[in-house]
């Protein structure tokens, strides 16, 4: 969400005192874009000069599109047509956007909350934002928009009278969410987990946990630092957040363990559905039950990592209890998509957006709560998981267990690494592998399935396993009578 109220939200005047140069006093804008093709009426286009694509060679387009404004290098020609009186001529549009971005929040009264972990922090993000919204004008990142762009961004269009703001922060290498944390100086920092991504970069998962506790570095204002509670980083991240100067930390987690300290947001009781998970859960004290509209455990660690921050900023419980009955599946993050096919159909869940190997654990253990239709199969789609570095074939094999235990039965790999995964399986499940997804495997996947299969596709976004879930669905098509049994 990044247009909230009525008001502008960056006048001329506004831009020139945030960047310290000329800007016509009659420029007014509602929003700002960096891509001509989402750009909407009223929008400033920053024309960031981009390693394939320079921006600049569409002010042009943006103009025609609707923009009221431009911000563009000082030595941009002005093409014949384009308002000279509508261009913010900076040295560095990209700085230029960044200390807009500051600026905005030099001036924001809202609670700022900071979301990073290894999984699941685009979800929370979003599901934070959602819950939110329906207590107070609310504005969080889109997509994910987590990078040295998409903070600076979502930061630069926050609104003045926005009451919440959600970040969420990524990175690859270390020190990248310590410059992010230090644009968005959170009042509420959140880790929603610490796993195996990104390992290729690191020199072990500790290396992650350290990378991931920079997001404390910047506290500000109550100096809330959320952990979860069971990870086994636990430890190692309480110790940053209390060196970093949080005043609080609270936790949360799914799990009761007898032998530990009870978790700030604890889980009691959990019961797991094919669609959705029904949950008590002692919430600072006050005994809560409630539903998660999107199914898996992940999500209920999820959901008490939201109820967490949710109490740390005074917000209405029950309300946001509410919305997390409500939520549903993101496309490409297990969304379920019923197709017709034969009898009995087919269940698509696409996961093609991302993957490591705790979320691939994860969305094994959810296939696995789901039941076919008529003499249908659990099938698995897998792409590789990237950035592992060298232990990357191990970490596919390592898989195996928990894949066995979901009961596959037609297993289609794809890629290099996870042909790992498929020697181990090679002897309990039918097998089919496949270098990309180009036509043939897909034509191969296509030939194996049967009506009543349930079809999980998942690996990292740059596996390509995404044009399977696009291929199925244009073959197929979405079977409506089947779209509201067992799925959301």
């Known amino acids: 969400m990044d247009k909230v109220g009525r008001i502008p939200l960056w006048t001329g005047r506004e831009i020139a005192d945030a960047l ?34 320079d921006g600049h060679k569409f002010v042009e387009a943006a103009f025609a599109a609707g923009a009221v404004a431009a911000m563009v290098s000082e030595d941009y020609s002005c093409p014949p047509g384009v308002d000279a009186g509508a261009l913010i001529r900076v040295a560095d549009p990209f700085l230029a956007l960044v200390e807009l971005g500051k600026a905005a929040r030099n001036r924001s009264a809202a609670t700022i909350i900071g979301v990073t972990g290894s999984a699941g922090k685009t979800g929370v993000k979003d599901t934070l934002g ?5 207590l107070c004008p609310t504005q969080w990142s889109v997509k994910s928009y987590n990078n040295h762009l998409g903070v600076p961004l979502t930061l630069a269009r926050l609104h003045k009278d926005t009451e ?13 969410i310590s410059a992010l944390t230090a644009q968005v100086r959170p009042h509420i920092a959140l880790i929603t987990t610490v796993a195996g991504a990104h390992k290729e970069n690191f020199a072990s998962e500790e290396g992650i946990a350290d990378a991931k506790a920079e997001i404390f570095e910047a506290l500000d204002g109550p100096k809330i630092a959320i952990l979860p509670a069971d990870n086994r980083h636990f430890e190692r991240l309480k110790a940053h957040a209390e060196r970093l100067g949080a005043s609080a930390i609270h936790t949360f987690a799914a799990d009761p363990k007898p032998t530990d300290q009870q978790a700030t947001v604890q889980g009691l009781r959990i019961k797991l559905h094919a669609d959705c998970s ?19 455990h992940h999500w209920v660690q999820n959901a008490l990592a939201i109820l967490c921050v949710g109490s740390a900023a005074h917000a209405d419980l029950g309300r946001i209890a509410l919305a997390l009955a409500e939520i549903e599946t993101p496309e490409g993050r297990g969304n379920r998509i019923d197709l017709a096919f034969g009898s009995h159909g087919l269940s698509l869940i696409n996961d093609s957006y991302n993957a490591n190997p705790a979320s691939m654990r994860a969305s094994f253990a959810t296939l696995s709560r789901m039941e076919p239709r008529g003499g249908g199969r659990r099938v698995v789609v897998l792409g590789d998981m990237k950035e592992l570095g060298p232990t990357a074939r191990q970490d596919h094999a390592d898989l ?24 181990e399986m090679q002897s309990k ?30 690996g990292s976004n740059a596996s390509g396993v995404s044009q399977v879930v696009r291929d199925l669905v244009n073959r197929f098509g979405i079977d409506a009578s089947h779209q509201m049994e067992g799925g959301r």
């Open 429 to 458: 499940c039918t097998v089919i592998r496949g270098e990309q997804a180009d036509n043939a495997v897909i034509g191969e996947v296509v030939n194996a399935l049967r009506p009543g299969d349930i079809v999980l596709v998942k």
């Open 20 to 53: 310290n140069i000329a800007v016509d006093e009659k420029i007014s804008v509602d929003g700002i874009s960096i891509d001509t093709r989402s750009l909407e009426p009223g929008d400033l286009f920053v024309a960031l000069p981009g390693e394939q694509v």
């Open 164 to 176: 919440v703001a959600i970040f969420e922060m990524g990175m690859n290498h270390a020190g990248e």
């Open 130 to 134: 959602y819950a939110f919204s329906q």
């Open 400 to 423: 195996a267990p928990a894949l066995i235990k979901a009961e596959c039965e037609l297993l289609i790999a794809i890629g290099d690494d996870v042909q790992a995964l498929a020697d």
């Open 278 to 296: 029904c949950v008590s859960a002692d919430v600072f004290g006050q005994k809560m039950i409630f539903k998660v509209g999107i199914p898996g």
